[in-house]
């Protein structure tokens, strides 16, 4: 059975610390991964994952995968407020384009 | 426990045909989110119900498109008539409160308009 699987399910820090959220998969098929950050309606987009140890960044978020392993990372230095959010991993399947998301990982930064 | 689950998981339809998806969620859940990823990788809120109502309909593009959640269990969600830009993948997720709860994300109908 296909499955995606974040972990931890909550974490609780504060501003300046670094987190890195974990995401792991049992996905027939492998097309993509994709890491969303969700606060209020809809998720916003933040990385697509294709290729294996490939690190990609954008400012203080930075994202790898790990075929080998089936999982990817998301990383978040000197965390803000901000930051605090829902992160969903999502991965999409190369055979019929299906998706499939992991239950999210609840970050709350504190001052 | 099941999950999300979306039908159909694939739709191809001519413009101005007709199409309707349906929703159903893990149960016991009274939020229910219709959401769509067109181009790119962005993911667009399209309305949430609570129960049966609809909490918030401002994501929903136009008219012809038309959701609903008689009975407060599944929902539908149909285009009509449908348009070319109408395509991608409608995605629908259930919580059991709104706010930041968790959001159960279904797999997706990926809808073709031709």
């Known amino acids: 059975e296909d499955k995606v699987v974040q972990s931890p399910l909550s974490l609780v820090v504060h501003e300046g610390d670094t987190v890195t959220l974990n995401c792991s998969y049992e996905?027939?098929?492998?097309?993509?991964l994709l890491w969303y950050k969700q606060e209020k309606k809809a998720p916003t987009f933040l990385f697509m994952l294709t290729s294996s140890g490939i690190e990609k960044k954008s400012g203080r978020l930075s994202s790898i995968l790990d075929k080998k392993e089936l999982s990817s990372i998301l990383n978040i230095t000197a965390t803000q407020t901000g930051d605090s959010a829902i992160y969903l991993c999502a991965v999409e399947k190369g055979t019929g384009n299906q998706f499939y998301f992991g239950t999210g990982t609840s970050l709350t930064v504190i001052p | 426990e099941a999950g999300v689950t979306q039908f159909p998981s694939h739709s191809v339809i001519e413009k101005g045909q007709t199409v309707t998806l349906r929703c159903d969620p893990i149960s016991g859940h009274d939020n229910l989110y219709w959401y769509r990823r067109v181009m790119g990788k962005e993911i667009k809120f399209l309305l949430h119900?609570?129960?049966?109502?609809?909490?918030?309909e401002s994501g929903m593009p136009n008219n012809r498109f038309l959701a609903e959640r008689t009975g407060g269990t599944y929902s539908t969600l149909k285009v009509q008539p449908a348009e070319l830009e109408d395509s991608g993948v409608y995605f629908c997720?259930?919580?059991?409160?709104?706010?930041?709860?968790?959001?159960?994300f279904g797999p997706g109908t990926r809808l073709l308009v031709l």
């Open positions: 119900f609570v129960k049966e109502s609809k909490q918030d």
């Open positions: 996905v027939t098929n492998f097309r993509s």
């Open positions: 997720a259930s919580s059991q409160v709104s706010g930041r709860e968790t959001q159960y």
